[in-house]
C-alpha cells in the first residue's frame, strides 16, 4: 500500500513560493522519528533538502540557507516543506522520505536513513 503521498509541486517563476505535502499512513507516521525531503534535478545526484525530528528538531542541506523551511502537523500525519524565493536551479523533482528503523550514526539527511520514499513531485522554477 501507499506510504508517502507528497502533492503540491508544480510551475512557479523565479521568486517565487510553494508548498509542498506529504501525507504518511498511520503506520509510517507513528513508528518514525524523522521525515525528510530530497530532491533531484535532471543529470544530479539525489540530494538532502531538509529533514524534520518526531520531536521538532530540524535540520536543512546547506544550499537552502534560509530560503525553505520544514514543518509537520501530527493530526494530519503530514509533513510540509515550504519553498520560498525559488530559483531556476531549484527545478527537480522532489521526493518525501521516512525513516523505518532507527539508524545511529547518519546525519538526518544522509539518504541511507530512510526506507519509504513517496513518488515525487515536480517543481519547475522559470528564470
Known amino acids: 500500500q501507499v506510504q508517502l503521498v507528497e502533492s503540491g509541486g508544480g510551475s512557479v517563476e523565479a521568486g517565487g513560493s510553494l508548498r509542498l505535502s506529504c501525507a504518511a499512513s498511520?503506520?509510517?507516521?507513528?513508528?518514525?522519528?524523522?521525515m525528510a525531503w530530497f530532491r533531484q534535478a535532471p543529470g544530479k545526484e539525489r540530494e538532502g533538502v531538509a529533514a524534520?525530528?518526531?520531536?521538532?528538531?530540524?535540520y536543512y542541506g546547506d544550499f537552502v540557507k534560509g530560503r525553505f523551511g520544514i514543518s509537520k502537523d501530527d493530526d494530519k500525519k503530514t509533513v510540509y516543506l515550504f519553498l520560498n524565493t525559488l530559483k531556476a536551479e531549484d527545478t527537480a523533482i522532489y521526493y518525501c522520505?521516512?525513516?523505518?528503523?532507527?539508524?545511529?550514526?547518519?546525519?538526518?539527511?544522509?539518504?541511507?536513513?530512510?526506507?519509504?520514499w513517496g513518488q515525487g513531485t515536480q517543481v519547475t522554477v522559470s528564470s
Open positions: 498511520g503506520s509510517v507516521y507513528d513508528r518514525t522519528r524523522f
Open positions: 522520505a521516512a525513516e523505518r528503523f532507527q539508524t545511529a550514526g547518519l546525519e538526518p539527511l544522509d539518504q541511507r536513513r530512510y526506507d519509504y
Open positions: 524534520i525530528h518526531v520531536a521538532g528538531g530540524k
